[in-house]
């Protein structure tokens, strides 16, 4: 089941720069796209999300954008900072009840000071 | 801030053995869930529960696995007979509306089972 995928593992940036994170999907049902964020041993914790019906979602430093027509979405933060660096997980879910979030396969940021 | 909790932190256990992961949802959240993550391998949905019953669960999900709310607060899953591949990060989470949109997540059960 590949729904999400996002085909680079890991990502270095150096500090202050931009981090641009890239997400696609197959599934043309889903109506919201999510960010987790998860530190080792710890739970996913939700980033940003946008709903499929939008093109952008802004949240401090970090944005979503969503291209529904190339099925891509893209986790812009700028700028990056040490702080940052985790596994960075898409996710997609569907509306209406009880709806459970298929994740992608994750990408390891680093920013580096 | 609201945070889902889960215990314990870490389990080993027999194969064979029966183990129940338990959970705390947000204490407004009417949407429960449970996730796994294998190593090395992606996050993956294993049952959503609503108004006391299962509203959806995945292939994973068979009938070695149940969960329930056996009060006003606690959210368990429990596992009648554990296998080898049962190892695995295992993921509480909550959600206050019926959306997938927002749902947060406990920091994990680490299961080993030997």
């Not at chain 1, 049902?29 to 939700?46: I, N, Q, R, V």
């Not at chain 1, 979503?64 to 099925?71: H, M, R, T, Y």
Request: charged share 20%.
């Amino acid at each position: 089941d590949q729904q999400v995928k996002q085909n680079s593992p890991s990502l270095s940036v150096q500090e202050g720069r931009i981090s641009i994170l890239n997400c696609d999907y197959t599934n043309s049902m889903f109506d919201y796209f999510l960010w987790y964020k998860k530190y080792p041993a710890e739970g996913p914790t939700f980033l940003i999300s946008i709903s499929s019906i939008k093109d952008k979602n802004e949240d401090g430093r970090f944005t979503v954008f969503l291209n529904k027509s190339a099925k891509h979405l893209s986790l812009h933060i700028v700028p990056s900072q040490p702080g940052d660096s985790a596994v960075y997980f898409c996710a997609a879910s569907r509306a209406g009840g009880y709806q459970k979030v298929t994740f992608g396969t994750g990408t390891k940021l680093q920013v580096i000071p | 801030e609201p945070e889902v909790t889960q215990t314990p932190s870490h389990q080993v256990t027999q194969m064979g053995q029966e183990v129940i992961l338990r959970c705390v949802p947000i204490s407004n959240h009417l949407y429960f869930y449970w996730y796994r993550q294998i190593l090395g391998q992606k996050v993956e949905f294993l049952v959503s529960f609503y108004n006391n019953e299962i509203s959806e669960k995945s292939e994973i999900f068979d009938d070695q696995f149940s969960v329930e709310r056996p009060d006003g607060s606690n959210f368990t899953l429990k596992i009648r007979s554990t296998k080898l591949e049962d190892s695995a990060m295992y993921f509480c989470a909550s959600s206050e509306n019926a959306g997938g949109e927002t749902q947060y997540f406990g920091p994990g059960t680490r299961l080993l089972v030997l």
